[in-house]
């Protein structure tokens, strides 16, 4: 199993850049799809990114194609979400999750094995 650990949120203004991090205990990193999820107050939970086992597919949702990009290092154990021309938006609760049987274009909450508590990232107007 393994159990992700969010980092990197922060207040940031509108336009500025960010990059969120999950560190993600137990040996088995590498045979897990890799996702990002985020939530907005009094919003349902909203998919962000997700990255095959290798690293070598990545899906987006559609509100943050083009502007964030998912990468993932396996020796480390820890998968990054780089998030450029950040809009107001984008704040949210950002969360990182784990799937041994999702496929990276298929990453639904369903899927889901392992959540990370979250980290907030909020971006000023």
């Known amino acids: 199993q393994v159990q992700p650990v969010e980092s990197g949120g922060g207040l940031v203004q509108a336009g500025g850049s960010l990059t969120l991090s999950c560190a993600a205990s137990?040996?088995?990193?590498?045979?897990?799809?890799m996702g990002w999820y985020r939530q907005a107050p009094g919003k349902e939970r909203e998919f962000v990114a997700s990255?095959?086992?290798?690293?070598?597919?990545?899906y987006y949702g559609n509100s943050v194609k083009g502007r964030f990009t998912i990468s993932r290092d396996n020796a480390k154990n820890t998968v990054y979400l780089q998030m450029n021309s950040l809009k107001p938006e984008d704040t949210a609760v950002y969360y990182c999750?784990?799937?041994?049987?999702?496929?990276?274009?298929?990453?639904?909450?369903?899927?889901?094995?392992?959540w990370g508590k979250g980290t907030l990232v909020t971006v000023s107007s």
């Open positions: 999750a784990a799937s041994i049987r999702a496929g990276v274009g298929s990453f639904s909450i369903g899927a889901i094995d392992y």
């Open positions: 137990g040996r088995t990193f590498g045979s897990y799809v």
């Open positions: 990255i095959s086992r290798n690293g070598g597919s990545t």
